[in-house]
């Protein structure tokens, strides 16, 4: 039995239908299983991170456990006694998504929210692999209802480049790392191909939709006002504005060849995704 945290999440959802495509047993926690759109071969169960009652019998029976904290300056001691609920329910593998430049300082505020998780992970006494990707090439339909309305799309990186990685591709990796001990003591920083920018980004889509899509750069003042009037803390987008900084002075142009490790493959481009993709951004 595995269990994956996080399971109706970007890379929690896409581990569960990877592990089921291989006849694994899973065990898929959620706040909400009646809303869950998960395979049926999944057993879904309620779960809520502050209530570890709950958490203890997700974990129970579980030989490994994925690992996907909530992320941000409130949510530090969850992060922890996450890992602290699978190891004491017995779990002997534990696999953490963290995020790319977790614990280096320039990045700011935000290269810290994940560090205690990653060394309570670490500190845990069983086996334990940490994924850290770096931008999900999913970030991008959060232009749908932009470029649907033929608007500009935001950019708050400005000209800053990262090696977008394809959320498929961070989960065969979390898939590898939960049925084997083989990554046991492995951080591994998951990116693309290449390196590109928002508007780099931008322009494939645009030639995947055969149209042309214009990009609005957004000052960091601007993008701070922003993320507060949609509900995120102040302290919240400070630290997510320190990474965009970081990202903007090219700190996050980075590609690495640990997902070809892993999965003896190439990573899938941001063109490939787009590819598979592109309907969203029409229908």
């Given at each position: 039995?595995?269990?994956?945290?996080?399971?109706?999440?970007?890379?929690?959802?896409?581990?569960?239908?990877?592990?089921?495509?291989?006849?694994?047993?899973?065990?898929?926690?959620?706040?909400?299983?009646?809303?869950?759109?998960?395979?049926?071969?999944?057993?879904?169960?309620?779960?809520?991170?502050?209530?570890?009652?709950?958490?203890?019998?997700?974990?129970?029976?579980?030989?490994?456990?994925?690992?996907?904290?909530?992320?941000?300056?409130?949510?530090?001691?969850?992060?922890q006694a996450l890992?602290?609920?699978?190891?004491?329910?017995?779990?002997?593998?534990?696999?953490?998504?963290?995020?790319?430049?977790?614990?280096?300082?320039?990045?700011?505020?935000?290269?810290?929210?994940?560090?205690?998780?990653?060394?309570?992970?670490?500190?845990?006494?069983?086996?334990?692999?940490?994924?850290?990707?770096?931008?999900?090439?999913?970030?991008?339909?959060?232009?749908?209802?932009?470029?649907?309305?033929?608007?500009?799309?935001?950019?708050?990186?400005?000209?800053?480049?990262?090696?977008?990685?394809?959320?498929?591709?961070?989960?065969?990796?979390?898939?590898?790392?939960?049925?084997?001990?083989?990554?046991?003591?492995?951080?591994?920083?998951?990116?693309?191909?290449?390196?590109?920018?928002?508007?780099?980004?931008?322009?494939?889509?645009a030639s995947a939709?055969?149209?042309?899509?214009?990009?609005?750069?957004?000052?960091?003042?601007?993008?701070?006002?922003?993320?507060?009037?949609?509900?995120?803390?102040?302290?919240?987008?400070?630290?997510?504005?320190?990474?965009?900084?970081?990202?903007?002075?090219?700190?996050?142009?980075?590609?690495?060849?640990?997902v070809r490790e892993?999965?003896?493959?190439?990573?899938?481009?941001?063109?490939?995704?787009?590819?598979?993709?592109?309907?969203?951004?029409?229908?």
């Amino acid at each position: 039995m595995i269990v994956i945290t996080g399971a109706t999440g970007t890379i929690g959802s896409e581990v569960v239908r990877q592990l089921v495509a291989r006849g694994v047993k899973v065990r898929a926690v959620t706040r909400d299983p009646q809303r869950a759109q998960l395979p049926t071969e999944a057993e879904v169960v309620q779960g809520d991170y502050a209530d570890s009652a709950s958490m203890a019998a997700a974990f129970a029976g579980a030989e490994a456990a994925f690992l996907v904290g909530l992320l941000g300056p409130d949510y530090v001691e969850l992060d922890q006694a996450l890992a602290a609920a699978a190891r004491d329910a017995g779990v002997r593998r534990l696999v953490k998504l963290s995020a790319i430049g977790t614990g280096t300082a320039d990045i700011g505020m935000v290269g810290t929210w994940h560090v205690p998780g990653e060394q309570a992970v670490q500190n845990s006494g069983v086996a334990w692999t940490i994924l850290r990707p770096s931008s999900f090439a999913t970030n991008t339909l959060s232009w749908i209802a932009s470029i649907q309305a033929g608007q500009p799309v935001p950019n708050m990186s400005g000209d800053g480049t990262q090696g977008v990685v394809d959320p498929r591709d961070v989960a065969s990796v979390a898939v590898e790392a939960l049925l084997s001990d083989a990554h046991s003591g492995r951080i591994y920083t998951l990116t693309g191909p290449e390196t590109l920018s928002t508007h780099d980004q931008v322009a494939a889509l645009a030639s995947a939709l055969g149209r042309p899509i214009e990009v609005d750069d957004i000052p960091l003042e601007a993008a701070r006002d922003l993320m507060v009037a949609s509900g995120r803390s102040p302290e919240f987008a400070d630290g997510a504005l320190q990474g965009q900084a970081y990202v903007r002075a090219g700190g996050n142009a980075i590609v690495t060849q640990d997902v070809r490790e892993v999965l003896g493959r190439a990573p899938r481009s941001y063109a490939d995704w787009v590819r598979d993709h592109a309907t969203a951004f029409t229908s």
